[in-house]
């Protein structure tokens, strides 16, 4: 570049009679709009002397610095933060590799954040995302309670929380359909002509317990079926709770249970192993169906556990593609509940393929 | 600012005889350096009147975009990458968390990708990071083979491959000790008193499965015990594979294994399983350990499982270390294997707490 260049572009940006733009920045820089875009906003793959010409444009029309803030505020970061408040839990997974996903296929990066139990992490974590003037958050892994809302935040900033739930009835949640899951696992075991069934389940203060205790309810309802006396018990959600709850449900009881429909996968194991081992036969007896569709554990059980699938990677996915469609100005609130699907084994129908 | 304002600083910067630096910048706009850093980068949390005026001063006493590139480069984006190749599976959580504890703790930001078994997908994220202008990258979640390099990238960008390995054998990458935990649960087989040590693994393409595979051997060797004809046998890393290498083992034998050591918690689970069922005691007649010590199998079986913890989490910590050293300008290079520990339950020892 010779020493009269700037002086002519200086002279060719004065003749419009307008403040300069970044369209004549770029226009006199011979680049593209999102290349000035770029260069002025230092982020982006640019060749260094594209940078540079760019920048000596900027400054010799004239350009002034708070326009180039203000392009700042235009110019989507083309970034995410994903706040998990409940680690890298086995839920969180593939809600993970969905999110990721939707955000890589439009060139959106990801800033991975987690903070347990840990409000002061957790606000340090929140300053660093908005430092980096991320364009959405999302925030997961907690589903025991209701959480408070992460924040403040920038009312403008779009936010939603997956397999979460904030205290703000106005926040946008994307949650599993608990009750339904829980209809289409008793639906299932009636639908069979099983008549007695008992409902093992997780401790009682999740949320998610009560949602699936509502839908065994309703669908028991819904085919005339009168709830047992004791056919519900809580308890941990493991194996060794399955096994126990076992023993309570089929000690000395005159009528015992035909089915069980069990919480999680961890308890179905168990609830199975148990009925081996006391010679009742799984499904002919007893038909067992599970949740969570936990492939390692339902697939190692002998035989093969029947389960819901709270389909997690279709939930990142309309996740990702929801917290797009706010970033663009999409207006969206409160709670949305995704459907469960029924995955049946050979714990509930003998002659299934799994 | 006034009109003549510019004009008396430039005057300033001129009067040192030298090209303005940030420094300049800094001074005369009467922040400090990371401020006037910040906000020539457009990034970090800057009030835009702070921004606007560093900007100005800048461009007024004639602080060069060049230089502007160059303060650039000398200034940490304070974001590092995380590039996954095989999805966010079950070993790769604990080591993110642990990464993202030492970042956290020093402000970095973590940009999170994954890319399984699609090279243009880690093509299009590494331009991406690079194009975030990433202090360092780490490289994630393989373990079965060498990967082949992830590249090209810049020659002074800091890489770790943590549970994964490069073909090029100066990557430095971040193991576990395969054999040496292979070692430390047949010398515990060994020291309770048995000699007849079967090893049930994995499938034998995996380096994992020939490293335990020699520490194994080596252990055996170092207390003078052979190693029995048909006593390594090797399938799929599942409970099913477990009862079925039960069954070979122990079908017709005269001399069967009075221990197992299997290559992970789930055929551990399996073979105590099958075992069990055939009224062989554990640990009395036979001791069972696994490896990985995934406390949701081993704590499940029954009895609980013995294992070996592969210190993932530290692991994790320890990349994270070694990569902001580097990220300092320290050298390293080469693979480095951290140590595994031995978790007994009551699989191996009766009085076992666990």
């Not at 260049?5 to 011979?30: M, W």
């Not at 959405?136 to 920038?154: E, H, I, Q, Y």
Request: net charge neutral; aromatic share 6%.
């Amino acid at each position: 570049m010779t020493d009269d260049q700037p002086k002519s572009i200086t002279a060719a940006a004065g003749s419009e009679h307008h403040r300069p733009t970044i369209r004549d920045v770029a226009r006199l820089a011979g680049v593209s709009v999102g290349t000035a875009s770029k260069a002025l906003n230092a982020n982006g793959k640019l060749k260094q002397e594209t940078r540079d010409r760019v920048m000596t444009v900027a400054r010799d029309i004239g350009y002034r610095p708070n326009d180039m803030a203000q392009s700042l505020h235009r110019t989507r970061s083309m970034t995410v933060g994903i706040l998990s408040t409940d680690a890298f839990g086995r839920f969180t997974l593939p809600i993970f590799q969905a999110l990721e996903e939707e955000f890589a296929d439009r060139g959106i990066a990801i800033f991975m954040c987690n903070a347990t139990d840990d409000p002061a992490r957790e606000r340090q974590h929140l300053d660093q995302l908005l430092g980096k003037r991320i364009d959405g958050l999302v925030v997961t892994g907690r589903r025991a309670d209701k959480r408070p809302s992460v924040g403040p935040l920038p009312p403008n900033l779009p936010v939603i929380y997956v397999y979460a739930q904030s205290d703000d009835p106005e926040a946008v949640a994307l949650l599993p359909d608990d009750e339904g899951g829980a209809r289409l696992a008793t639906a299932h075991l009636i639908a069979l002509g099983r008549t007695r069934i008992a409902h093992i389940s997780g401790p009682e203060r999740f949320d998610a317990v009560q949602q699936r205790r509502r839908g065994y309810q309703s669908a028991l309802a819904a085919a005339g079926l009168a709830e047992m006396p004791d056919f519900f018990v809580s308890g941990p959600w493991s194996e060794a709770w399955g096994r126990e709850a076992v023993e309570q449900l089929y000690d000395g009881r005159a009528a015992p249970p035909d089915a069980l429909f069990c919480g999680n996968d961890q308890i179905g194991r168990g609830a199975i192993d148990a009925l081996r081992e006391r010679g009742v036969s799984v499904p002919d007896q007893v038909a067992v169906i599970g949740f969570d569709n936990w492939a390692v554990m339902a697939e190692a059980a002998r035989p093969p556990l029947s389960s819901i699938d709270m389909n997690l990677n279709a939930l990142g996915h309309e996740a990702g593609r929801l917290l797009i469609n706010m970033i663009s100005g999409e207006k969206a609130h409160g709670i949305r509940r995704l459907p469960c699907t029924l995955v049946p084994r050979r714990s509930t129908i003998k002659e299934s393929p799994r």
